[in-house]
């Protein structure tokens, strides 16, 4: 009965399909077989392919595509004919949805196509429209409960091939859990509906990995099914079959069940089938991929470096400068990232990393008892030192495991912290006072590590330090045309000035607000760095633009200033960096600021805050500095470039960082 | 000369130095009845007033019984393989038990032709019990699904997919190995040296034999009885105190 239309209207049958859609007493449209012949009488032809085509471009026009549909109507999709097509000639009659976003309606002779609305096209002789009922595109909502039936019974299509083909059936499964018996359930449609969840194991052979969907790893290649349930991959492998054990072995440890009675706790009978494990099998055994591992350990590393992720601004910039450093004092290095990222989720591809570097993703060696891994690891390498940078697998390895740890290297501990705890400090806050007894702390300020010391420093291996910044400084060459540019651009200035404004990514904006609102004769624009998350534009101040990285080399000359109201180390961070392009700072009276820059290299505006002082405090500097002559200007972009020479070059840094790490005390 | 030496050690074992001793004199047993001549010694290594009862009532028929004040059950091992006359020793912890055949089957292949000289033996089984599982009754032929025990292959390290790098990661054999007592004085245990975290007495030493080019292998068809405590890890009480195992030098993962 190929395509036969329901008895109810459109408008009844799509009342009765989104009754079912919200969960409603008349379950999930109906599964009618479908159609594709065609009813030349009223949708063939060259007036259908008119319609077709413009009920198309309406829709396209729209955002609205054939996801829905496709994904709601099997039928459909497994007969791989044109869904809007089908839709037009039979769906609207058979009952079936489109899109969540639309309606069909019947059409009158004032109906006209606008935004909403789209063409007429007939069904059964009758007029309709499609009219945008919802401006939501966001299928989740509304694919989700509909998504899973289908995966399931698709799921459980294959779960049985993968058993048959596997020679496993469900007696385990039934007699392991007896109240699937009871259930009334069909033992594989009850393992992915409910056991799954709940953690049952539906047979020894059959192991499961449960990931992300489309979370391909090497050694998942070998799975002898995949199903696609939810956002989860489902990936099961038959375990091998293991030789019995010899019963001349079971005879001889049943002979010393007369001296243990606690030897067959767990039932004689099933002595054949206990699990079995062999020793070298490190992943089976311990899920520990060693041979991952060891496929990236070629020869010696001086230092081991252990990194939540790469992708972080904090992190990436950390570990890039360490392992520079650590080059240059003659180590390879083992960066071990503990979580890989996503990276959709996670703003970008990782950043490279300096220097002579082997990165391991943990999560892909090392699934369970990682911090203890971790630490063995390290006891194996035997590196010179090792870093922890913001990563709670590696402190929580320092604290579990700190005093072996601490006998074969140096451990120092790096923290995101100003001392402002918790909150800019929330792993300082949990783990410094664990790991002080065993590591070096470093933090990101002095004020950060004077606040470690009086809240640890007793227990304190060694006092908390500062870890210094490294920064990329212009070439003196280049300096002397930017400050020849900032002269000329400060003859030539009118009257409005030009300001920059960089916080953190996604904050800030209502005190630019303030601030460019008490200016209107000022421009200002917000920097966005390469990989700051872009701000959306209407998070942004009327009349404010986004100055993206490529454009800052070129357009600094023309800027009066940038300002830095946020106090916080990627600030700081800024600060540092502009200072190279002879950029006027205006900072907030910060600590933060305070450590890096002297007054007399930037103007400090007071005091620090996000209310209306704050806005009066930053509206006052940009005076100042706006009332500055060129040569006031000059000494004060001047003096910012050779402090930051003098406290964090490559040549400072690395004294730095040596220091702090002890390295030469021995 | 007497063929093996077999040493059970003991420190605070209590009750369960009672089957332990009478699985050893079932090992013992079926050792001379093979041919072999067998000296049985008990070391009491620091051990608290019920554990030196037990081993007094229940092991009268120990040829040696010896009380040390090391704490440390590599140094008590190291002192028993000075005190041993056997060629060959055999070491057994005071709370597991043996298959029977164990002794005599190591002591076959230790000595048949064509086996290294120097090697040390290994069960190809543990069967590893939790007294837990009478909580968790079996299912006909099935285990409990939550079933604690369970079986253990030894691997030898000739095996083609044996990495000699993988044990820096984790032990692979268990403590109770047979080997020439010549071997032991060569390559002692080292002492736990908690002041440094590092230990680990049998794993450090495997490392180390291992890295020397001495050849672990398995004794087919024996199985030793290995009970589970705490949380069921071989390894919970390494992990509790958050030992190390020794990585000598010229020892790493270059290979």
């Not at chain 1, 591809?349 to 391991?360: E, F, H, I, K, S």
Request: some cysteine; overall charge negative.
């Amino acid at each position: 009965m190929v395509g036969e239309a329901t008895t109810d209207s459109p408008r009844g049958a799509l009342a009765r399909v989104r009754r079912a859609l919200r969960g409603g007493e008349d379950g999930p449209p109906p599964a009618v077989p479908v159609r594709d012949d065609a009813h030349e009488e009223e949708t063939g032809g060259d007036d259908f392919a008119d319609v077709l085509a413009s009920v198309s471009a309406f829709l396209t026009g729209r955002d609205i595509d054939a996801e829905f549909y496709l994904a709601l109507n099997v039928d459909i999709r497994r007969a791989g004919i044109d869904p809007l097509g089908h839709y037009l000639r039979f769906g609207i009659a058979e009952g079936r949805i489109f899109h969540p976003a639309l309606s069909v309606e019947p059409a009158d002779g004032s109906t006209d196509p606008s935004e909403d609305v789209s063409p007429v096209f007939r069904v059964d002789g009758d007029p309709f429209v499609l009219r945008i009922v919802d401006e939501r595109r966001d299928l989740d909502a509304y694919l989700g409960p509909l998504n899973r039936d289908e995966e399931l019974r698709m799921a459980s299509v294959r779960f049985r091939e993968f058993l048959s083909e596997s020679g496993i059936d469900a007696t385990y499964y039934m007699a392991a859990h007896p109240d699937i018996g009871r259930s009334g359930l069909e033992p594989v449609e009850h393992y992915l509906r409910h056991g799954i969840p709940e953690g049952r194991l539906f047979h020894p052979r059959a192991r499961l990995v449960v990931s992300p969907a489309d979370q391909d790893q090497p050694e998942w290649e070998d799975a002898d099914v995949v199903l696609r349930i939810g956002t989860n991959d489902y990936r099961f492998f038959t375990l091998p079959l293991l030789e019995a054990v010899a019963d001349t072995v079971i005879d001889q440890a049943r002979d010393q069940w007369t001296h243990e009675p606690s030897l067959f706790a767990f039932g004689l009978p099933a002595v054949q089938h206990l699990r079995m494990v062999v020793a070298g099998n490190y992943p089976a055994r311990l899920e520990f991929d060693v041979g991952e591992l060891l496929g990236h350990l070629d020869g010696s590393f001086g230092a081991v470096v252990v990194a939540s992720d790469l992708t972080g601004e904090y992190s990436a910039r950390r570990v890039s400068d360490l392992t520079w450093a650590l080059a240059r004092l003659g180590m390879r290095t083992l960066v071990v990232r503990t979580d890989t990222p996503v990276e959709d989720d996670r703003g970008g591809p990782d950043r490279a990393l300096d220097g002579d570097v082997v990165v391991v993703d943990w999560d892909r060696v090392c699934r369970v008892n990682r911090v203890t891994m971790l630490a063995r690891l390290v006891n194996a390498v035997k590196p010179e030192v090792m870093l922890v940078v913001d990563a709670p697998t590696g402190f929580e390895a320092v604290v579990e495991l700190g005093v072996g740890l601490s006998s074969v290297t140096r451990l120092a501990c790096v923290y995101p912290s100003t001392g402002n705890l918790p909150q800019d400090g929330g792993s300082a806050a949990r783990y410094a006072g664990l790991t002080a007894p065993y590591a070096r702390t470093f933090v990101t300020t002095r004020a950060g590590a004077g606040v470690m010391d009086d809240l640890w420093g007793p227990a304190a291996r060694s006092a908390a330090r500062a870890l210094p910044q490294r920064v990329p400084l212009a070439d003196e060459t280049v300096l002397r045309v930017r400050l020849e540019d900032r002269m000329e651009q400060m003859a030539q200035r009118a009257d409005g000035r030009h300001w920059l404004w960089w916080s953190p990514p996604g904050s800030g904006y209502a005190l630019l607000e303030r601030v460019a609102g008490a200016r209107p004769a000022d421009r200002f624009d917000v920097l966005v760095r390469d990989g700051d998350e872009r701000p959306v534009r209407d998070s942004l101040p009327v009349g404010v633009r986004c100055v993206g990285p490529d454009d800052v080399a070129a357009s600094v000359a023309e800027i009066d200033g940038i300002v830095l109201a946020h106090p916080s180390a990627g600030s700081a961070r800024m600060a540092l960096e502009m200072s190279q392009y002879l950029v006027p700072l205006v900072l907030s009276d910060a600590e933060v600021f305070r450590e890096v820059l002297d007054p007399g290299a930037a103007v400090f505006a007071r005091p620090d805050g996000v209310g209306d002082e704050s806005e009066v405090a930053l509206s006052d500097a940009l005076d100042h500095l706006a009332g500055l002559g060129p040569d006031e200007v000059g000494n004060l972009v001047s003096t910012a470039w050779s402090l930051v020479r003098d406290r964090h070059s490559d040549e400072a840094y690395l004294v730095e960082l040596s220091g702090a790490l002890g390295l030469g005390d021995d | 000369m007497t063929d093996v030496s077999v040493v059970v050690v003991f420190h605070g074992e209590r009750s369960l130095a009672v089957p332990a001793l009478a699985s050893m004199a079932d090992l013992v047993d079926v050792a001379r009845s093979a041919g072999l001549t067998v000296e049985a010694i008990a070391v009491l290594d620091r051990g608290d007033a019920l554990t030196r009862r037990v081993v007094e009532a229940a092991g009268a028929w120990l040829d040696v019984r010896d009380e040390v004040e090391f704490g440390d059950l590599g140094l008590a091992r190291n002192h028993a393989a000075q005190r041993a006359g056997g060629e060959y020793l055999a070491f057994l912890d005071g709370d597991d038990l043996w298959g029977s055949d164990w002794l005599a089957a190591a002591y076959r292949s230790a000595t048949a032709p064509g086996q290294p000289p120097e090697a040390i033996w290994h069960p190809e089984y543990l069967l590893l019990f939790d007294r837990e599982d009478f909580g968790r009754p079996n299912l006909g032929e099935l285990p409990h699904p939550g079933t604690h025990s369970f079986w253990l292959a030894h691997q030898p390290s000739t095996d083609p997919g044996f990495d000699r790098r993988m044990l820096l990661f984790e032990n692979a054999w268990s403590a109770n190995a047979f080997a020439p007592r010549s071997f032991h004085l060569r390559y002692p245990y080292r002492a736990v040296d908690r002041d440094r975290a590092h230990g680990i007495e049998d794993w450090s030493w495997n490392i180390e034999t291992v890295w020397a080019g001495v050849p672990h292998l398995v004794v087919p068809g024996t199985v030793h009885l290995i009970r589970l405590k705490g949380n069921g890890s071989l390894n919970a009480r390494n992990q509790a105190e958050g030992l190390l195992p020794y990585i000598p030098d010229g020892v790493g993962l270059g290979g």
